[in-house]
T-cell receptor, first 111, second 115 residues
Framework: SQQGEEDPQALSIQEGENATMNCSYK?????LQWYRQNSGRGLVHLILIRSNEREKHSGRLRVTLDTSKKSSSLLITASRAADTASYFC???????????FGQGTELSVKP | DAGITQSPRHKVTETGTPVTLRCHQTENHRYMYWYRQDPGHGLRLIHY???????DKGEVSDGYSVSRSKTEDFLLTLESATSSQTSVYFC??????????????FGEGSWLTVV
C-alpha cells in the first residue's frame, strides 16, 4: 500500500491565490520530499524536509512536517498558471534507498 | 536535467510477448529504480538496484524482472506482457551519498500499451 496519501486529489484555484496540499504517511521516516509532474513528463524534485525539521522554504514553496501526526503540507504562495501540475509527496523511511510515493494532488491554476 | 535516457519512449505490443525497457544514465549514480504510474495509483515501485548486479523487489514486482550489468544501464523486462501492464514506466536514479539526501531524478517515461 502507498506510504503517502495526498489530500485533496484535485485542487482548482485562481492565479494569485495560495495552494495547500497535504500528505499523510504511515511509518516513521528519514525525510519527506515533494515532487512536481507536468503533464506527460517525468517528476521533478521540489524540496526535501528531514524528520528533525518542522518547516522549510524554497522560493514560493513552504513545506511543513509534523512527525507526531505523520503529516506534511506543501504551500505554494501567489500561484501562477505555470504551477498547474500534479504534486506528489514521497517518503524515505531509510529502507535501502527506496522512496514511496503518494497518489498525488492535481493542481489547476486558472489565469 | 539529469542524464537519464529511457528507450523506447513509446511501444505497443501484443499480449504474451516479451518486452524490455532500457534506462541509461550518465550520472554514475548508485541507485536506479523502475516505477509505473497508473491513474488512481500514483507511482508504484517495481524494482530497484543499489549497485551492479544488486537488485531488489518493490511493491509491484510480479511479472517483471530487472538486470543491471553496468552502472549506467538498468533493464526492465516483462517476460510475457499482459494488458494489466499497460502503463507509463519511469526510470529514476539517485545518489544517497549526497548530503542532500536521497533525491530522485526521473527520466521522461516510457508509454507501454499491451493489446
Amino acid at each position: 500500500s502507498q506510504q503517502g496519501e495526498e489530500d485533496p486529489q484535485a485542487l482548482s484555484i485562481q492565479e494569485g491565490e495560495n495552494a495547500t496540499m497535504n500528505c499523510s504517511y504511515k511509518t516513521s521516516i528519514n525525510n519527506l520530499q515533494w515532487y512536481r509532474q507536468n503533464s506527460g513528463r517525468g517528476l521533478v524534485h521540489l524540496i526535501l524536509i528531514r524528520s528533525n525539521e518542522r518547516e522549510k522554504h524554497s522560493g514560493r514553496l513552504r513545506v511543513t512536517l509534523d512527525t507526531s501526526k505523520k503529516s506534511s503540507s506543501l504551500l505554494i504562495t501567489a500561484s501562477r498558471a505555470a504551477d498547474t501540475a500534479s504534486y506528489f509527496c514521497a517518503t524515505d523511511n531509510n529502507q535501502g534507498g527506496k522512496l514511496i510515493f503518494g497518489q498525488g494532488t492535481e493542481l489547476s491554476v486558472k489565469p | 536535467d539529469a542524464g537519464i535516457t529511457q528507450s523506447p519512449r513509446h511501444k505497443v505490443t501484443e499480449t504474451g510477448t516479451p518486452v524490455t525497457l532500457r534506462c541509461h544514465q550518465t550520472e554514475n549514480h548508485r541507485y536506479m529504480y523502475w516505477y509505473r504510474q497508473d491513474p488512481g495509483h500514483g507511482l508504484r515501485l517495481i524494482h530497484y538496484s543499489y549497485g551492479v548486479k544488486d537488485t531488489d523487489k518493490g511493491e509491484v514486482s510480479d511479472g517483471y524482472s530487472v538486470s543491471r550489468s553496468k552502472t549506467e544501464d538498468f533493464l526492465l523486462t516483462l517476460e510475457s506482457a499482459t494488458s494489466s501492464q499497460t502503463s507509463v514506466y519511469f526510470c529514476a536514479i539517485s545518489d544517497s551519498r549526497t548530503v542532500s539526501g536521497n533525491t530522485i531524478y526521473f527520466g521522461e517515461g516510457s508509454w507501454l500499451t499491451v493489446v
